[in-house]
């Protein structure tokens, strides 16, 4: 069944929102539906290779003789009605008798509503009835006299308002009910296109819409030159927003890790990209430090961090160069990279991250006041830092401060809500207090499930950080049960083989190992190391991170010979990839100077934990529970080889780390004292021996790790 109605849509809209209904319109005429779709059958109709064509009735109309005949002949050809919402749209007299003509063609059930502006609902609060984005003839049910009734109805609505859906988003629920197609099928149809076809275009057209942008404005105003200048530059930025947003959203979405086959990476579309920004976009230098901004938050969530730092450094030195004050984009730019330094982690990175965050911090708090989102968004970066340098106390009033702020803008119901409620209760793991992590960690998951009923990135997140937290917890079962959910999420998002399916293996491994289940655990972590092959090849820091796991079951299943060997390989790999001092090195070089000790060849557990020492304080600071932790893996060592007085000094000096940083009764203190009740025991202090050895056996027990140091 085709329709029989010329236009798809009807768009009725106030003057002062035309600007969101000329991007509608264009964004559903130009839209190809994907081909899963195409054809079918529904109960409106056959859905269409394209969505057109749509009447926008001021631009429509220009040419009409008679504006009311003509308008309702539109009404009548059109199979459904689309009303742009705000405050503005709501006082309209043509937007409300719009929609009551359409109501009275018997089409009541085939209007919908996407939200600009304002709050629906609001004409029920005293106070705030002007904020109100409902027209009065859209709230309320038409009566058999064709009048409304005092029945309120529930209208179908899209929102693009800030942190609501983003307009591609918007435009898809508006088409799902349109053409009678479920919602989760078309944006599943449409992200598998997107990743297979749009990714390899973006860069490389970025430059191509700003230009045809440009043009299509210059053409519309060029009886006017300065009109068309001020326009040029409100579209540019416009444009430049909606790049950023699309960019940086994609590739933390659908990020497709290493190509296969056919595949393009995700690292070669930014490469074409940052090359192309300062040739083709030589003109523009505020357009240029945007994209070079995105550009750099693109390859952060790639873990491209070398890579993401020259580009948003170019943007900061654009930004100053531009005239006008820019003080609030600049700090933007300043926040971006002092996250990204945090991430990046090398010599001094830390120290200048820091003074970066506090500086945009300052700026952001005078120019946009304490409550503003960028506030939230740099406070939540230097927690981050905070967090990666062992100040784990000195981030939760900068993550509670987020929160707040997050709260108070958004409400409860949010993914930065969520995302700030993670983060308090990561911050509370990291500091041993696993049972009020799982509080914050059920509060964010929670949320995150109420906002996405079908598989997302967020969702998988928040659901894996749970299960951390359990695993801290010995609730190994609960663990498992969470994890094989993400699983689960992770096989509908993704094809395999996909190092996010790989990942996903890996936690059920473990969860399975922690269980007793070594069979079980050895199978699904090579199951994940062949995954990881199949996209990454033999050497890749992700390979060498599935062989030190395995290694663990080896061990666990009694062959520490084939353990050793399958971690000194890993470590191997590592020191070869990322460089000898590179931080990630010091965590294998620490396990297998354990297994080392164990076996008497001390020497070259006594080099390894001299490295792993070196790179730790270089990295991370003198005082970092890292460092605290090698130190007791050293303390370890030197009572092997019965050198007790140095044991008792270095577990006394680990001790001292760890408790700046970590509760008496966390595993790491614990692992400390044992060793300190070791080194007195060789000193025949027994009784001093005896008392903490006892002491230390309870959180021992709890260890959440592989009875190694980390």
Known sequence: MSTPHKYRAFISYSHGDEKWARR??????????PKGVVGRETAFGTVPGRFTPVFRDREELATATDLGATLIAALEQSACQIVICSPKAAKSRWVNEEILTFKRLGREDRI????????PGASLVAGQEEQECFPRALIYRMGADGGLTAERGEPIAADVRPRKDRPHTAMLKLLAGMLGIGLDELKRRDASRRRRRTIALVAASVTGMLVTSALAVTAWLARNEAQRQRIVAESEAETSRSVTAYIVGMFKIYEPGEATGSEVKASEILDRGAS?????LAGQPAVQATLLDTLGAAYRNLGLYSKAIPLVRDSIEKRLALPGDHAAELAMSRSHLGEILSLHGEEGEYEEAGRLLTDALAVQRRTLGNDSAQVADTLAALADLKSFTGKYDEGQPLIEEALRIRRKLYGELNSDVASSLNDLGVNFGERGDLRQAETYLRQS????RKLHAEPHPDLDEAINNLAWALEGLDRFKEAEALHRESLAMKRKL????????????NNVAYDLEMRGDYAGAEKAYRES??????????SHKDIATGMSNLAFVLDAQGDRKAAIAMLSKAVDMRRELLGPEHPDIAGGDTSLAYWLTSTGDYADAGMLLDEALAIRRKALGAEHPRVGATLATQANLFVAEGRYQDALDTA????????????DDHWQVAMAKNVEGAALAGLKRYAEAEKLLLQSLPSLAGSPIHDLPA
Request: aromatic content about 4%; charged content about 20%; overall charge negative.
């Open 276 to 280: 192309r920004v300062h040739t083709e």
């Open 652 to 663: 006394n000096e680990a001790i001292r780390i760890l408790r700046i940083n970590l509760p």
């Open 494 to 505: 993704f094809a395999a083989p996909h190092p996010l399916l790989a990942a996903g293996l």
């Open 112 to 119: 919908f509503a996407l939200i600009v502006d304002g709050e």
């Open 445 to 448: 998951l929670a949320i995150q």
């Open 529 to 538: 190391l062949d995954m990881n092959r199949q996209i990454l090849g033999d």
């Open 24 to 33: 509608l319109h264009r964004g559903l005429e130009t839209y190809r539906l």
